[in-house]
């Protein structure tokens, strides 16, 4: 079936840097969906992007749709603590309105 | 301003026995989904609802029964528990066809 790949899947950064991170599809998506997840909470939507190109900002989060449709791209500016946890993309699979997820990149920072 | 409600939030069966695991949506959402998370891989989805009376699958429906016949509730049942369904369960529920909220979770021991 359909996978999402994340990458990197982990990264320990200081405090100040920016951020990016991927995610990669074997298919074509017509959506993708960016969320943050704390320890012993559930997912949070940050971005949602339906449009190839597209490119959202929410704070200091910026995603962008990847033009092939199959990727998505998501940067931290500026850093700071409380940007810790797993960072997951997810979107629906083809036809249908199944939304997978990827497997996450966990973020760490040092203070 | 309950948002996605889920209870129990922490539970522990018996190899066999059944269970109910509860969901509950105050924003008259129509889209709801299960998902369960394990180390390691992500969310994966159980089963999905686009509306009252109408259930569809997901990636991994085995052992799982759902049914939906209010917009608001959306229970996930567990016909007989297998330690292999030992795993944290988030219900999420949006407005559009998406994945917009998640409830905070329940954690589920099959000993």
């Known amino acids: 079936g359909q996978q999402l790949n994340q990458s990197p899947q982990s990264m320990f950064i200081q405090e100040g840097e920016d951020v990016s991170m991927n995610c990669t599809s074997s298919?074509?998506?017509?959506?993708w969906l960016w969320y943050k997840q704390d320890p012993g909470e559930g997912p949070v939507l940050l971005i949602a992007?339906?449009?190839?190109?597209e490119l959202t900002s929410n704070g200091r989060l910026t995603a962008q749709f990847g033009i092939t449709r199959k990727d998505s791209f998501l940067n931290i500016s500026a850093s700071i603590p409380s940007d810790v946890g797993i960072y997951f993309c997810?979107?629906?699979?083809?036809?249908?309105?199944?939304?997978?997820f990827g497997t996450g990149t966990r973020l760490k920072v040092l203070a | 301003n309950a948002g996605v409600t889920q209870t129990p939030k922490f539970q522990v069966l018996k190899t066999g026995q059944s269970m109910t695991l509860q969901c509950a949506q105050d924003m008259n959402h129509e889209y709801m989904s299960w998902y369960r998370q394990d180390p390691g891989m992500g969310l994966r989805l159980i089963h999905y609802?686009?509306?009252?009376?109408?259930?569809d699958q997901g990636e991994v429906p085995n052992g799982y029964n759902v049914s939906r016949s209010t917009t608001e509730d959306f229970p996930l049942r567990l016909l007989s528990a297998a330690p292999s369904q030992t795993s944290v369960y988030f219900c999420a529920s949006s407005p559009g066809k998406s994945v917009a909220f998640f409830g905070q979770g329940t954690r589920l021991t099959v000993v």
């Open positions: 298919s074509i998506f017509n959506t």
């Open positions: 992007l339906y449009k190839a190109g």
């Open positions: 609802s686009v509306g009252a009376g109408i259930t």
């Open positions: 997810a979107g629906p699979t083809s036809g249908t309105y199944k939304y997978i």
